[in-house]
Structure formats: C-alpha cells, structure tokens
C-alpha cells in the first residue's frame, strides 16, 4: 500500500530549464493537489484536480502546469525553472475534496532548486 | 475569507513538559479541523482531527477540541518527548477548500 508516491526527491535545475514533477496515488482518491512549502509562509496551493480531466488553479499557479489523464497520476510541470520556484513541493490527495471530514494524505515531497 | 492562525514558533521545551500550541480559525459554514505533523525530511502526517463543535480528536497522547465558541482548536500534550520534535500544522476544510496554518516549530530538548 503505498499511498502517495513523489519523484524525484530532490531536483537541481538550472534557470529556464523545464522538468515534470511526478505523483501516483494508489487508493482511487478523487481529489489531487500541489502544494508549496516555503519558510515562514505554510503550504501553497498551486493547482488541483476533482477528478481525471479535471484541474484548476489555486492561489499560486504562475509558471506550473498540471494534467489529470487518470485518477492514479497528477504532474506538475514547470515551464521554464526560475529561482523563485526553489522550494519543496508537496503532492496531496483525498478521497473526495466536497467531503470536509476526509483529511488529505501526503507524499514525501521534493525538493527543487533552481540557480 | 477563510483561514488559519497558529502561534509563532520556534517552541523549545525540555523533556516531560507540557505543550500548547494555539490555533484559531475564521470560516463560515462547519469545517472540519486537523492538526497535522511533519518530521524532518518528510511529508505531512494527520494527527488528529475533529468534524464538529465540541468533538475532541486525540492520538499519540496528543489531544485538541473544537471549540465553536472561541473558534479555536488547540493542541496540548501533558508530557513531550523527544520524538515529538517536529513542525505542527493546523489546518480546516470547509468541504471547498483545504486551509493550512503556517506551521509552528517545536523541539524538544532532554
């Protein structure tokens, strides 16, 4: 059971390079999100998705982009790196986001850096 | 809108003494309540959760009530450990949205 898996761990890019940001959860969870974990300000939502074919913005999406083919996988992709994008980034999923009882489960994260 | 507020950290406390952390919310409708954890290296892990007013969520001897009339949610534990270093997030969904606290830091020394 391995619940929400995040590759790669750790990311070195080099400004105005692109990369995919891979997650996969493994228990049919409808709802998917990207977060952002910086100092001092918490966790930002970057994009999400209510189901397969499904995604919209949250409150930080500039410079991500997001597909929902299937309801296992959901990357973020970064577009051309720039350093304000060094963070950790954390993939989240629940099994139905209009349900305010489930909590959310997450992946280990990765973290990017971006010079 | 809604939102999250938790007490800054850092917190350093000293083996076997008594923990809050304060956590207060702004929301309309009747969200639910978490208070999540994450150790060093890793991902967000629940710790407990409560659904309505006056419920109270507890695990690993921690502990928190859903307070509707101070609209609070307050994480206590009697005796810390060293394991429980670690960041604590307070977070609320209204069913629309999830809304996360900035984090509060605690070690515990021995």
């Known amino acids: 059971n391995a619940g929400v898996t995040q590759t790669p761990k750790f990311q070195v890019l080099k400004t105005g390079q692109s990369m995919t940001l891979q997650c996969a959860q493994d228990m049919n969870h409808e709802y998917m999100s990207w977060y952002r974990q910086d100092p001092g300000m918490g966790l930002r939502l970057i994009h999400y998705?209510?189901?397969?074919?499904?995604?919209d913005q949250g409150e930080v999406p500039n410079g991500y982009n997001v597909s929902r083919s299937t309801t296992e996988d959901f990357p973020l992709r970064l577009l051309s790196a720039a350093p304000s994008q060094t963070s950790v980034y954390f993939c989240?999923?629940?099994?139905?986001?209009?349900?305010?009882?489930?909590?959310?489960?997450f992946g280990s994260g990765t973290r990017l850096t971006v010079v | 809108g809604d939102s999250v507020t938790q007490m800054e950290g850092p917190v350093t406390l000293s083996e076997e003494a008594f923990l809050t952390i304060n956590c207060t919310y702004t929301a309309t409708g009747y969200p639910s309540l978490f208070w999540y954890v994450q150790y060093p290296g890793e991902g967000l892990q629940l710790l407990l959760k409560?659904?309505?007013?006056?419920d109270k969520g507890s695990n690993k001897g921690f502990e928190a009530t859903y307070r509707k009339e101070t609209t609070s949610f307050h994480l206590e534990k009697g005796s810390v450990q060293v394991s429980d270093s670690a960041v604590y997030f307070c977070a609320l969904n209204t069913g629309n949205q999830f809304y996360f606290g900035t984090g509060t830091s605690l070690t515990v020394i021995p």
């Open positions: 989240a999923s629940s099994l139905d986001r209009g349900r305010s009882n489930y909590g959310y489960t």
């Open positions: 409560a659904t309505k007013a006056d």
């Open positions: 998705s209510v189901g397969a074919g499904i995604t």
